[in-house]
T-cell receptor, first 113, second 112 residues
């Protein structure tokens, strides 16, 4: 069982470039999330989705976009990369049941120069 | 300030007990979690506690919850060098998104 997978593991971008961070889960979870983790900090919520076709902003959405066309996939798009977006990005998913926690992917490390 | 606060660093000797503390501010939080993050890795769920409980034990891990003071602690008995990692406390509020709010993490260093 793969759980939550993320690609790529690491990427270097130049300022102004764009890229898509991929996230896939095979657990049929309704809820999916994108977080970023800056050095020495906890995770901050970027965007989340409660099901296919439904997305909403989290705490730090500026500079990012998401889509949720299927239950399995929740890609995160950076349109104009900025140095402030240098971070580690984690995707997570959880089922609809209230007591369940979130399951995290291994993360994507992004460096914007 | 942070909604969830943790001390930044804790150092213990192998075999001792470790206690990592966390305070949170939202009294509506229903679930509180402890995650472990090893260097270069993702977050691994260690344990969680429901807000109507005051203690939960799972092998070497004991979670204590003081809901009145909004204080959560994680005790690791017989701490091993493999326990060296960053430990995150997180709360989940019962809003539509059910997202987690994380503390900034406590780095646990276990000395042989």
């Amino acid at each position: 069982n793969a759980g939550v997978t993320q690609t790529p593991k690491f990427r270097i971008l130049k300022i102004g470039q764009s890229m898509t961070l991929q996230c896939t889960q095979d657990m049929n979870h309704n809820y999916m999330y994108w977080y970023r983790q800056d050095p020495g900090m906890g995770l901050k919520l970027i965007y989340y989705s409660v099901g296919a076709g439904i997305t909403d902003k989290g705490e730090v959405p500026n500079g990012y976009n998401v889509s949720r066309s299927t239950t399995e996939d929740f890609p995160l798009r950076l349109e104009l990369a900025a140095p402030s977006q240098t971070s580690v990005y984690f995707c997570a998913s959880s089922p609809a049941e209230a007591q369940e926690t979130q399951y995290f992917g291994p993360g994507t490390r992004l460096l914007v120069l | 300030g942070e909604d969830v606060e943790q001390s930044l660093f804790l150092s213990v000797r192998e075999g001792d007990s470790s206690v990592i503390n966390c305070t949170y501010t939202d009294s509506s939080s229903t679930y509180l979690y402890w995650y472990k993050q090893e260097p270069g890795a993702g977050l691994q769920l260690l344990t969680y506690i429901f807000s109507n409980m005051d203690m939960k034990q799972d092998q070497r891990l004991t979670v204590l919850l003081n809901k009145k003071d909004k204080h959560l602690s994680l005790r690791i008995a017989d701490t091993q060098t493999g326990d060296s990692a960053i430990y995150f406390c997180a709360e989940r509020r019962e809003t539509g998104r059910r997202a987690l709010t994380f503390g900034s993490g406590t780095r646990l260093q276990v000395q042989p």
